[in-house]
């Protein structure tokens, strides 16, 4: 699909679109970094990074990338009572096993993304307490079971905000680790001090962790060096002119799973996609600046993709939860 160069929400310019896609490169990439590339002093790049963490629900921290890990992921649909989903919502948000959570559905449903540290706490959840909420009506959990577009891939980087030439300099100079993706008990504390700010400077990590300065930050480039761990960014994409996003259920024959969702990661409007178990076969995220552009994607690009058999959207009404909640601001 050709990309469109998104109109920003009042507020918001292209300066602030060309400093998240800076972030969508490299979060931990220094103010003054940034501001060399994009020829503007490092105050401006502060004082726009506080904005947007302040108006714009910027996060950036550091994640587990579960697929590399082989960790189990889900998508909770929880159907509950209108009165109570946000309830619901917010209760699931605090939990630390969960890192996207929204309501859609006219407010009768929550989604939730979770990935269990364990077969207890999944167990836990949509075996004991979730059921157990005289609230909830139903409860469907699609396990995810192959990535095709998201982790550390930004739908940021979509919008082509950035020349060929910036997108080299920022771009982090990290060989790949060929050995396996591995988290070891010892980087707890680290993991934890960056999932709370992946931004985090080396002093604060030393402190958090105990080690020094010199080797947090060794061990920190090789957990990401080896893909166990990236830094993400995300934001509101409503500042950006996107501000519809929904959730699409795609059914594809299983002939066509692999290139229908190859051909869903090259959309522009994807954000997110995944084969999954249950109903449907693939899950994806969308953006859009209007609903008039969501039927617009639903009936040509997507519509249009050999394979796909049948597709449902949900919209979302507002997301509770995006990485981290609350969210620190730095």
């Known amino acids: 699909m050709q990309t469109k160069s998104p109109t920003p929400s009042p507020g918001f310019d292209g300066l602030d679109l060309r400093l998240l896609s800076a972030l969508a490169l490299d979060g931990r990439a220094s103010f003054s970094r940034i501001a060399a590339v994009l020829g503007v002093s490092d105050q401006t790049v502060a004082r726009r990074y506080r904005r ?18 082989g960790e189990d992921q889900w998508m909770l649909r929880v159907r509950c ?15 630390s096993d969960t890192y996207w959570v929204g309501l859609a559905s006219g407010g009768t449903e929550v989604l939730c993304l979770t990935r269990p ?9 949509l075996l004991g307490r979730l059921p157990r909420t005289p609230s909830v009506v139903e409860i469907r959990a699609h396990q995810l079971l192959h990535r095709f577009y998201g982790g550390a891939q930004s739908w940021v980087s979509k919008l082509d905000a950035l020349t060929a030439a ?45 080690l020094t ?8 480039a090789a957990l990401l060096a080896s893909g166990a761990v ?53 899950i994806a995220t969308a953006l859009a600046e209007s609903t008039a552009d969501l039927y617009a994607y639903l009936s040509g690009p997507l519509g249009r993709l050999e394979g796909v058999q049948h597709v449902e959207t949900t919209v979302f009404l507002r997301r509770i939860k995006q990485l981290t909640y609350p969210a620190p601001m730095r």
């Open 52 to 69: 947007l963490c302040a108006e714009g629900g910027l996060r950036v921290v550091l994640m587990r990338d579960a697929h590399r890990l």
């Open 81 to 95: 009572t209108p009165d109570s989903a946000p309830a619901i919502g917010e209760a699931l948000a605090k939990r």
């Open 117 to 125: 540290r364990s077969p207890l706490d999944h167990d836990e959840l």
């Open 166 to 210: 910036e997108t080299e300099a920022l771009r982090p100079r990290r060989a790949p680790d060929p050995a396996t993706a591995r988290i070891t008990p010892q980087d707890g504390p680290l993991l934890a001090a960056l999932e709370r700010d992946g931004r985090a400077t080396y002093p604060e990590l030393q402190r958090a962790t105990g």
């Open 213 to 220: 300065e010199s080797a947090a930050k060794r061990r920190l």
């Open 230 to 282: 990236f830094v993400d960014s995300e934001c509101d994409p409503g500042i950006l002119g996107h501000p519809v996003a929904a959730i699409l259920w795609i059914t594809a024959a299983p002939a066509t799973l692999h290139s229908v969702g190859e051909a869903l990661a090259g959309h522009t409007p994807i954000a997110h996609a995944s084969a999954a178990t249950g109903p449907c076969n693939i």
